[in-house]
């Protein structure tokens, strides 16, 4: 059956799949939203999420109660690996409720990453700094390192 099945195109590939760039979690073709870089970092909500993950919250802590500069430190290199993806970010239903964009433009583009075997990228995908006035950067980039996830630790 093997034989007859190669011949006659009867295979079965495996479906396409992908995880969230923010959760982990494994999204089927054709699933998510796809965002920029840009999109991302605009969201004070996606930062203070960030920065009480398990693995960040501790210099969060640091940072709010201590004024640690090696955990304000960290909290920047946090800041520029989110800002500097020159990959689109695929993000799950669970999270595009933090960041203020189109969702159907972004369902759309996911929809357009997918087809094109995950190489479409949509317009403004890069380095956030790039594609984002300088002023809006900034004050992005001081929330992120310098008021995220106050609230929780005060």
Not at 11 to 21: H, L, M, S, V, Y
Not at 42 to 57: C, Y
Not at 106 to 118: D, L
Request: hydrophobic share 35%; charged share 25%.
């Amino acid at each position: 059956m093997g034989f007859f099945s190669n011949i006659f195109g009867g295979k079965k590939q495996k479906p396409a799949t992908a995880k969230c760039d923010i959760s982990d979690t494994m999204l089927e073709f054709g699933e998510g939203y796809l965002l920029t870089s840009s999109q991302i970092i605009n969201s004070t909500s996606f930062w203070d999420m960030m920065m009480l993950q398990p693995e960040t919250k501790s210099y969060t802590i640091q940072h709010f109660e201590n004024q640690d500069p090696s955990a304000k430190s960290i909290r920047q290199m946090i800041f520029n690996k989110y800002a500097s993806k020159d990959e689109p970010w695929l993000v799950a239903d669970t999270y595009v409720k933090m960041f203020e964009i189109d969702e159907a433009t972004a369902r759309e583009y996911a929809k357009e990453w997918w087809s094109s075997e995950k190489s479409f990228r949509p317009p403004q995908c890069g380095n956030a700094k790039e594609n984002m006035p300088s002023n809006k950067f900034d004050e992005l980039q001081n929330y992120a390192v310098m008021e995220a996830g106050k609230e929780a630790v005060s």
